[in-house]
């Protein structure tokens, strides 16, 4: 499974940036498609995912201002950022895991194909 991250970019503090994720293959299971982001000197962290029941997750610092969406016909998996912050520059990951269940919805590792990374950069 390949995955390709775009949509990222240089935008100020309030804006809107919507990041794409297209998958190479239909998954199937128990899977779950997420949002990483890694700031520099930080560790990865998780900010959205979906599941294959259509339910959301997000990590409290982008609930209200992120909105994560599947579109099946196209396989690609989107993440509306609005009012963004200085705070959410990082570069942001998709990931699919086939086995995903509710409490392990944030766990980088539980996630088994990685895309390469699109740049998010808000300035103040």
């Known amino acids: 499974v390949q995955l390709q991250a775009s949509g990222g970019g240089l935008v100020q503090a309030g804006d809107s940036l919507r990041l794409s994720c297209a998958i190479s293959e239909r998954t199937s299971g128990s899977y779950a498609i997420g949002w990483f982001r890694q700031a520099p000197g930080k560790e990865r962290e998780f900010v959205a995912a979906?599941?294959?029941?259509?339910?959301?997750y997000y990590a409290d610092s982008v609930k209200g201002r992120f909105t994560i969406s599947r579109d099946k016909d196209k396989n690609t998996v989107n993440l509306q950022m609005n009012s963004l912050k200085p705070e959410d520059t990082a570069v942001y990951y998709c990931?699919?895991?086939?086995?995903?269940?509710?409490?392990?919805?944030?766990?980088?590792?539980?996630?088994?194909?990685w895309g390469q990374g699109t740049q998010v950069t808000v300035s103040s």
């Open positions: 979906i599941r294959w029941t259509g339910s959301t």
């Open positions: 990931a699919v895991g086939q086995r995903i269940i509710s409490s392990t919805i944030g766990t980088a590792s539980m996630y088994d194909y």
